[in-house]
């Protein structure tokens, strides 16, 4: 009761209103604007919620996510460009409809899956996470270092990048944590006589360098590209017809997104993915993938916006994000005080569940905005880059040094910039690194107390039956496919 | 062209090779303090050796499946870069805001916004707007320099 209460108070205060207003229509413009996703974007508007509550600060970050998971659609179907690599399954469908000249049939099922995946698994996440929390207070160091493995296995599966590619990804994002003086003994490690890294390696600059310079850096390599639009009317509601044709696939993606989404570290890309193609195993008509099915824009749809609720619930309830957005949510909640984790719910739940309100406020807002503003957004995707670009790189810049108004943190910000652009051109994923420094410090802490615990025999760590559970799903989660297809190449 | 791929695996086994011998120079702490932890050295020792089995796996899977040749960065990249550099040069010996508006200036017109007053008018207003919001309503204080002296006093 105290949960519905917490929720409904998002709907009645006026300020938090007017502010996820706000934010929807930032977060659609920079999900419109190809290569500012929801990440890029979370990650400079982070330093702007400095001064704000904790409640109306995460609000923004989360309306942030799920608006800009939304809108990347817009640019996916009417200039067959994903305005977030979420949406580029969206592309398949959806801008070959629209060339025959139903971009407004295209936007509205678009629209209405997208709302539909994002209510139902905001519902999950309020069922889920509370229960989750539960089981959660019984971890102790063995279990979460054990998680946390988990949590860093799971990036091997990541979209982008190998699976090989992103852990050592994932390796380098948890040394980067070890650097700084050392909780236990207080060496200085990797701090080569600057003493502003002896509390480590601050976050913000790093994920703004990470996601938003490095981007820009890949942008620099598009300046000359043409854009091309299809003409748009106005945004329809789908028809009966169209219902009867997705109602099912929608329901499939918002099971297969929620899921997915709660999968630690994976995100909206392989849920969109995963939802597309699922859509099209189980469709009747699946001859008309990819020349414009409604289905196929409704299985991408339904599913990135499932995930993003499912992506909070590892998020808020252990601490391990979902995805490098939830990363950056992450981030917010430990800058305003919160610490994330089962506690969360007991110490907090009014807070939790205002989030929870303001992600699901958020989710009417962008169907109000799709519905009706489509048109509008959409030239704002034409704003030319040479314009656009340098005023990310001045956000970036400042970002970077509002959080601790250290210069240093702005050079750390421009060299994973460029660390980040490199390793992109060679086929790395950022993200695995952005979750690896998250993640480190919980793995070497939780390392060093289990072994304290056992009076420092680390095999220990398997007889405790849900830490050995979570190692051998991280197990098989690496090994699993190899295995597998050792397995099937003996048979035959 | 090809043999450059393999510099990318070469270069991150020279890097957490290079870890491992500065972890080893690491202070070692004493056992009444570690107890039955681990020392400081131990952790970014034992990541980077599953950092080096990985590069392993890496270089085998270049052996089995190729890839595609990178193409090479083109200007408007390097120079984005360097426009990196002369920041923090116009940072340290100007002022903050002057090296942001010169490199949004600069970057705006090398990625070919050749209208110098639309060029000027975005390097000029926007860091100009963002100091103001900051200053005004998030009061954040920004390093001193030419342009924060004459505001700050």
């Known amino acids: 009761m105290v949960e519905l209460s917490a929720m409904a108070s998002v709907f009645t205060d006026p300020y938090l209103i007017a502010l996820i207003f706000a934010t929807t229509i930032l ?51 009417l200039i067959n460009t994903p305005g977030t690599s979420a949406s580029a399954a969206t592309t398949f469908d959806g801008y070959p409809l629209a060339q025959k000249g139903e971009a407004g049939r295209a936007l509205g099922v678009a629209v209405v899956s997208s709302t539909i995946g994002g209510v139902f698994s905001i519902i999950v996440l309020c069922i889920a996470a509370p229960l989750l929390a539960r089981v959660a207070y019984e971890f102790r160091p063995p279990e979460y270092f054990a998680l946390t493995v988990f949590g860093l296995s799971m990036l091997a599966s990541i979209s982008a990048g190998g699976a090989v590619k992103n852990l050592i990804g994932g390796v380098f994002g948890v040394w980067l944590s070890t650097i700084g003086a050392e ?13 502003e890294l002896y509390e480590g390696l601050s976050f913000v600059p790093v994920f703004i360098g990470l996601f938003a310079i490095s981007e820009l850096l890949v942008q620099s390599k598009t300046v000359n590209k043409i854009i091309e639009t299809v003409a748009l009317k106005a945004v329809k509601l789908p028809t009966k017809e169209d219902y009867k044709k997705i109602w099912k696939t929608i329901l499939r993606s918002c099971g297969i997104g929620t899921f997915i989404g709660i999968l630690p570290a994976e995100g909206a890309t392989v849920a969109s993915m995963i939802g597309y193609s699922e859509a099209k195993r189980w469709s009747k008509n699946p001859e008309e993938f990819g020349k414009g099915s409604v289905e196929g824009i409704a299985g991408a749809e339904a599913a990135n916006n499932a995930a993003t609720g499912g992506a909070m619930v590892p998020t808020m309830v252990l601490g391990i994000p979902g995805s490098g957005t939830t990363a950056i949510i992450l981030v917010g909640l430990m800058v305003h005080g919160l610490r994330p ?16 309100g303001s992600m699901l406020l958020a989710n009417f ?19 030319p880059r040479p314009t656009l670009w340098p005023i990310v790189f001045a956000l970036s810049v400042i970002g970077a040094y509002a959080i601790q108004q250290s210069t240093l943190d702005i050079w750390i910000a421009l060299i994973f910039g460029v660390i980040g652009f490199f390793a992109r051109r ?21 390392l060093q107390n289990s072994l304290k615990m056992f009076d420092g025999q680390w095999w220990m760590i398997l007889t405790q039956p849900l830490a050995a559970f979570f190692l051998v799903l991280a197990f098989l989660g690496l090994c699993g496919p190899y295995i597998y297809g050792m397995i099937t190449k003996q048979n035959k | 062209m090809q043999k450059k791929l393999y510099i990318t695996p070469i270069f991150l086994a020279l890097f957490s090779i290079a870890i491992i011998l500065i972890s080893l120079q690491l ?35 270049f052996f089995k499946n190729y890839p595609e040749k990178i193409e090479l960065e083109i200007f408007t990249t390097w120079f984005s870069m360097f426009l990196f550099l002369l920041f923090y040069f116009l940072t340290i010996t100007t002022d ?31 860091p100009g707007l963002i100091f103001l919001l900051f200053d005004s309503v998030l009061k954040i204080r920004f390093p001193r320099g030419l342009l924060t002296n004459i505001y700050y006093g």
């Open chain 2, 27 to 61: 202070d070692i702490s004493p056992e009444m303090i570690v107890g039955d932890s681990m020392q400081a050295r131990s952790f970014p020792i034992f990541l980077m050796a599953i950092n080096l089995i990985l590069i392993s796996v890496l270089f085998l899977q």
């Open chain 1, 341 to 356: 984790g089962a506690y969360l719910f007991t110490e907090q739940v009014d807070t939790v569940y205002q989030i929870f």
């Open chain 1, 183 to 195: 909780r236990v003994t207080n060496v200085e490690r990797f701090m080569f006589g600057n003493y």
């Open chain 1, 27 to 77: 977060g659609v413009i920079i999900g419109v604007l190809p290569g500012l996703g929801a990440t890029t974007g979370a990650a400079i508007l982070l330093p702007f919620t400095l001064t704000m509550e904790p409640v109306q600060a995460i609000a923004v970050l989360s309306t942030i996510y799920v608006s800009a998971t939304f809108a990347g659609s817009i640019t996916a179907i």
């Open chain 1, 426 to 446: 060679h086929g790395f994923a950022v993200a695995p690194i952005a979750v690896g420094l998250i993640l480190g410090e919980m793995v070497e802490t939780n």
């Open chain 2, 96 to 126: 903050m805001f002057i090296g942001i508006a010169v490199c949004m200036f600069l970057m705006g017109y090398t990625w070919g916004e050749k209208r110098l007053w639309v060029n000027l008018c975005n390097a000029v207003i926007t």
């Open chain 1, 365 to 383: 807002m962008f169907m109000a905005m799709g519905l009706y503003a489509a048109k509008l957004f959409a030239r704002v995707s034409l704003i």
